[in-house]
């Protein structure tokens, strides 16, 4: 993997004393990924979906593809696809986290916090293997869930000196579209 960040953190100063701010920068490549194969793949490869992987049909395909699918053997449907970990193609992915702080001291000893988490993902890119073009999986359910945006909120109280918290946490993730966009139309 091949990874750099570039954090800054800032405090106010004067009478803005309790904030405090964050603002991190990250790219992450990761060559070779250590992942488990997805069956759609697995049923494209072994049926030739992309006219060069298996052109004859043939069940030991040059992949090994469709040696990974099992079937019933009384009637002869489809029952499971092995999905073994591999390493497969790359993973490429970058984006933004700002975190903003602000505390509030109250007269009882208490004291009343916000903490607000922007995270932006500017790209997610993904290869089923070293070999396929690179899918971008920002915006889709795939891969985890790969939202364009995160907004995490919380609002809360310290009490009893600090030893006791009470909190509301909001998380706000805009619309997305299914896992199945990633894959071939």
């Known amino acids: 993997a091949k990874t750099w960040t570039l954090g800054m953190v800032f405090s106010a100063p004067g009478s803005l004393e309790n904030v405090t701010a964050s603002l991190d920068f990250y790219s992450i490549d990761i060559t070779d990924a250590i992942t488990t194969i997805d069956s759609k793949f697995v049923y494209g490869k072994c049926l030739n979906s992309d006219g060069v992987s298996n052109p004859n049909y043939v069940k030991n ?23 073994p970990y591999v390493n497969s193609g790359n993973l490429n992915t ?68 600090g030893r006791t918290k009470v909190g509301l946490r909001w998380t706000h993730l805009p619309e997305v579209e299914g896992a199945a966009a990633l894959g071939p139309p």
Do not use: H, M
Request: charged fraction near 20%.
């Open 61 to 83: 395909d040059p992949g090994g593809y469709c040696s990974l699918i099992f079937r019933n053997a009384g009637t002869g449907d489809r029952e499971t696809v092995q999905a």
């Open 94 to 161: 970058t984006g933004v986290d700002i975190a903003l702080n602000w505390t509030r001291d109250i007269n009882d000893g208490g004291s009343f916090y916000i903490n607000s988490l922007v995270s932006y993902l500017n790209e997610y890119q993904v290869q089923d293997s070293a070999t396929e073009p690179f899918r971008e999986a920002k915006g889709t359910l795939a891969e985890g869930g790969q939202y364009e945006y995160r907004l995490n909120n919380t609002f809360g109280y310290n009490f009893g000196g």
